[in-house]
Structure formats: C-alpha cells, structure tokens
C-alpha cells in the first residue's frame, strides 16, 4: 500500500505534488473506488519517477487504469520537450504499438448461434496463428519484403491484397509513422519479424467477435457505422517478437550513455536519450519500424478474419460487409502539437498503455470522424464488455490528448491462476454464452474477468473528467486466444 | 552443486523471480529452472533427450541474468526447446557457459506457453548476500 500524497484537485483528478527530484507534478484520473485499487500496488510511486524524466512537460499523467508496470506504470502518459527533452523507450514499452482495430459487419447476432459460431471460431483459430512461437499466417518473407514493411506499414498489406484502401483511411497514422529508419534494426530483430506478421501472440492478446450491445450517443454510433446487435471484430495484439527486440536492442545501447548525458533517473527501465542525440535519434528511427511492423501485423489478421467469415458462412464480401472501424496504438511514442501553460509547442508524448483520443475537429482525426472525434478503443477483460468511446475536448486540456486503454489488472497473475483453481473457466464462459477457443489453459486463467478492474469504471472516469466520452459498449459472442 | 531457490514475484501485470543460492550458478540453475516453470507449467513427464551447448558475455553480473533467461526463452520460441537442467560449466562477472539438457515436445504444447516479451532491468539485481548470492529479475509478459 503506497503512502505517497496525494491531493484531489478536480473530480476524478488527483495530484501527486512535487517534490525532490521531480520537475513536473503527477496527476492520476481515478474515482474514489479506482484510487483504492490504485494504492494497492507500486504504480504510484512510477507516477512520481517518470515526473523526474528530462525535458517533461506540464505533469506525469496516469490513466483509471494504471497499474504497476516496469519503469513507467502501465497507462501513463508524459509529454517531453520535442528538442531539449527526452525518449525513453521504457516509456513506449516492449510491444510497440501494441494496439486495438475494430471491423463492423452487416451481419446481426442471430446470424450467429452457438451452432454456426463455434465452427467459424474454430476456423479463426487455424486462420490466425496465436500462442508461443506462432508463425506461418502468410508465407515466410524475404528481407526486402520485411523492410518495406518496416517503412510503410500496413500499406504494404493492401498492396500485397491483404485489405483495402478504406483501411488505411481508418487506421491511426494512416498505418505508417514517418520517419522509420530500418538501419537501427538488429539482425536479430530483423530474423524474428521474418515470420511473424499475421500473428496474435499471446498474453492478454485476443481477437474477439463481438455483438454491439448498447449504444450511448447516436449520433457518434452512426458516424462509426455502429449499430445495436451488429457484430463487430475486435483484434488485440502488437509488434511481436520484432518490437520487443527493438525495445531490447536499444535499451542495452541507451544505458551505458545515461552518465554522458548528464541523466539520474530512479530506475534503470526508465533509461532515456535526448531526443536530438544519435542513440535518441537511433531509437525513434527503430520505434517507428516496428510501429509500421505493427499496423501491417494488425492488417493481415484483419483480411485473414474477412476470408474466414467469408469461407465459414458462406457469403460474400458485400453481404459480410466487414469495414474497419478504426485502428489505434496505445504503446508508442509520438510527435505531436499541444498547448503547455499558455503556449502551443512540439512534444513526444509516450502513451504506454494509453490510447490517442483527439476530439472533434482535430485536423489528424479522419475526415468522415471529424465531427465526432476520433473512435477509441477500449477492451475490457476477456469474456467481458469492451467500449468504443470518441475524444473529448478535456482531452487536449487534460492529458496531452490521450485516454485509457482498457481494464486494468487488479490482480497479478499468480493471484488470478489460485483464484481460477479447481474451476472450468471455458465452460463458466459457455454458460455465459461466449465461446472460447485458446492454446492453453495458463492465458485462459491469467486473463479471467476477476483478475482485471471493470472496464466500465475506468471510462466513466474519462467521460467524467471530460477526456473521452462512451459512444457503444461490446459484448463478446466468440472469444480465439492464445 | 548445491541447488539454488526461486519464489515467483507477485508483480502485478508481469511475472518475476526471487533468486537465492550458495553461488552464481546456483542462482542461474534456479533462474532457469523458475522460468521454465512461469512459463510452462508442469515438466514431469517431459525427458531431457536433447542438449544445447550455451555461450553467454555480459558486461556484469545482472546482465548476465538478463541474457541468460533471454537465451533460454529464445530455445523455447525459435526451437521449441524446453530447458530441463542447465549443467553450468562456468561464470564469471562477465561470462558463463553451459549445457543445457531438455525436450522438444509437440508445438501445440509450447505455443500453449506463456509468452515472454522481454527480460526487463526493472529491479534487476545479482550480488553477493550473507554467505550466498541473491538475484532478482521481472519479465514482460
């Protein structure tokens, strides 16, 4: 249980005041219930270290979700000075970009039942190779094919037939961060992304078919083409094993270089490099690679869900009508324009686990969304309700235009497998009338609903502080895991 | 060799190990038996018919930990090779060497393993304690 003081400046926002060796004051969105939960772990005390990282601007930010990570909290946010601050690549996290897409469909529940659904489910699980190790969606690629990868993301994809033009309209970035650079991407980074692309991976990592369950706001609902008991797609995963290795690669370059720039920060994970140094430099060159690698990944497995719905229920492309919704990361580190004291300036805002949310009107939000804010997406749980939420003005006000970005552990994974002990986790799911297919039981217990916060409270807090607001809430029909 | 301990960090999103033992290759011994069972379950009925010879640097001893747990998980991912006993011929501040004896079960049972994104210095340590050595490591997984 943290000690740290902590002081409510506003509903839902707390701050952590500056002291020592901090250059920004911390600030955290939870209710009253949340906050509990929240001083239950070390997550606050990495609120307070990330307040001391070089350059940063205005405050360190947590999300309702923050929970203990490694170095940064899991949902923080800090924005550093885009010339005399710093990047720290434990400020993205090792799965860079890891990140949510939403497909919607023309189909309705009922299309569904147990007796269609469980064979489509099955043929998901073949189509879209999950667990340790996955490999094989699409043919293993050439060096040169990785590296156009690597520069243009999910282009790539829908050059190479895997998705439509559409797409990339509805992906965040476009599905390609400038300014990638191939040449700091180790061999060995470069020998795992090979085979990789196409894949779910493993973890909390999920690709679920979902029902629209309720809707908040019409007119935000119809803009995203939502509908009440439409299915949706929704596909969780990241960079895979390429990410991490970048992740690694440079974190090992970084370090011995702390003592040259002159940095002391209070854990080694939060190692940092001025953004305008050559290994600063390096590092957003390789980010933004396996940003590309990533959006290309969630692309691929897209398609590979099209041509599956397709084959197992016997339709065609117009009457599954299954479009993108949107597409966004909530572990990267992005250059970006906001308003700090009074004055607009260039800043780096690492989100790790946090989600873009850019209100209406923003010039980055796509054209067909600017009325409404760019599409956030929230997934809860496994098994449990996700939600679609829009950017909020408070957002650029508040959290350097970023939200949650999902549940939130509660519990570690050691406490959700004791307390899954002994129970049919797949068969409670069933009961509740969602299918479960997955490579093993160990992810299945990790993942269960009681181990994580209710998603619900988490973006209540967002609409409250006037961040992001709830524009539809996801059940799950059909659940494929690794 | 005396055999070193581990006891599993309840980390909250990720998974750890606590390391204790009478000498550094007691530690990676336990480190390497600890990772196996985080991220594999049950070994027993697996037989180590199988043998990789392992060359690790590293500037000191923490890195060392570090790269040691990233080479045995990298088995596992590439190869689908489960480490069963490390046979540690050597170490030293910045190197060790050993051979690994261990399985290659069906890959539907190693892609039902937990994945591991990375062996992170978050509170990585590996030092001298009392008459013994202790070490500590966090995984993103």
């Not at chain 1, 050439?142 to 590296?147: A, I, N, S, Y």
């Not at chain 1, 949706?232 to 995963?237: D, G, T």
Request: net charge negative.
């Amino acid at each position: 249980m943290t000690q740290l003081e902590l002081e409510q400046v506003e509903p839902y926002v707390w701050e952590i005041p500056r002291r020592g060796e901090m250059r920004v004051p911390g600030r955290v969105f939870a209710s009253d219930e949340l906050m509990a939960d929240i001083r239950g772990d070390q997550s606050l005390e990495q609120v307070r270290n990330v307040a001391e990282l070089p350059g940063i601007v205005g405050w360190s930010l947590a999300m309702p979700d923050i929970h203990w990570g490694y170095g940064f909290p899991i949902g923080g946010v800090a924005a550093t000075d885009a010339r005399e601050g710093a990047i720290s690549p434990g400020g993205v996290g090792y799965d860079i970009n890891c990140g949510v897409r939403l497909a919607r469909s023309e189909l309705r529940a009922a299309d569904l039942p147990a007796a269609r659904l469980g064979p489509l489910l099955d043929r998901l699980f073949d189509a879209v190779p999950s667990g340790v190790g996955a490999s094989g969606a699409i043919r293993k690629l050439g060096r040169e094919e990785l590296l156009e990868i690597l520069r243009r993301g999910s282009r790539w994809a829908v050059e190479h037939g895997f998705g439509s033009e559409t797409d990339l309209e509805r992906t965040e970035e476009g599905g390609c961060l400038a300014g990638a650079d191939p040449e700091h991407v180790s061999a060995r980074a470069m020998e795992r992304g090979l085979s990789q692309v196409g894949t779910l991976g493993s973890g909390n990592h999920f690709l679920e078919v979902q029902r629209v369950a309720r809707i908040f706001d019409d007119d935000r609902a119809d803009g995203y083409g939502l509908a009440e008991d439409q299915v949706v797609i929704m596909i969780h995963s990241g960079s895979r094993g390429f990410g991490y290795q970048i992740c690694d690669d440079h974190l090992q370059r970084i370090r011995p270089k702390l003592v040259d720039y002159g940095y002391r920060l209070p854990d080694v994970q939060l190692a940092a490099a001025p953004i305008e140094s050559r290994e600063g430099k390096a590092y957003l060159g390789a980010m933004r690679c396996a940003a590309n690698y990533a959006w290309c990944n969630r692309q691929v497995m897209l398609h590979k869900v099209r041509e599956t719905f397709q084959a197992a229920l016997g339709i065609g492309p117009r009457e599954l009508g299954m479009r993108l919704v949107y597409d966004v990361c909530h572990n990267i580190a992005k250059m970006e324009r906001h308003t700090v004291g009074a004055r607009e300036r260039e800043v780096c805002v690492h989100r790790k686990g946090a989600t873009r949310a850019f209100p209406p009107d923003h010039p980055e939000v796509p054209g067909p969304y600017r009325p409404w804010g760019q599409p956030v997406l929230i997934p809860g749980s496994m098994g449990n309700y996700s939600f679609v939420c829009a950017g909020s003005p408070g957002a650029m006000e508040k959290t350097f235009g970023s939200t949650c970005h999902g549940a939130g552990r509660r519990m570690s994974r050691t406490q959700a497998k004791k307390a899954s002990r002994g129970r049919d986790l797949i068969k409670e799911m069933a009961e509740q009338g969602v299918i479960v297919r997955a490579t093993g039981m160990r992810t299945v217990a990790e993942e269960m609903p009681h181990a994580y916060k209710d998603v619900a409270d988490v973006v209540e807090v967002m609409e409250g502080a006037g961040v992001s607001r709830r524009v539809a809430e996801l059940r799950p029909l059909g659940v494929v895991k690794g | 060799m005396e055999r070193g301990a581990f006891e599993e960090i309840d980390h909250t999103a990720d998974l750890g190990l606590d390391l204790q033992g009478p000498t550094p290759e007691a530690i990676l011994e336990a480190a390497q038996r600890g990772l196996i069972q985080l991220l594999f379950g049950e070994t027993g009925d697996l037989v180590a018919d199988e043998s990789r010879r392992l060359a690790i640097s590293a500037p000191d001893l923490p890195e060392l930990l570090k790269r040691w747990c990233e080479a045995i998980y990298e088995l596992l991912e590439r190869d689908g090779f489960v480490t069963l006993v490390s046979e540690i011929e050597s170490v030293d501040p910045r190197a060790c060497e050993a051979i690994l004896h261990g399985a290659v079960p069906p890959r539907e049972r190693v892609a039902s393993a937990g994945e591991l994104k990375a062996v992170t210095y978050h509170q990585l340590a590996f030092e001298p304690a009392g008459d013994g050595w202790r070490a500590r490591v966090i995984f993103d997984v």
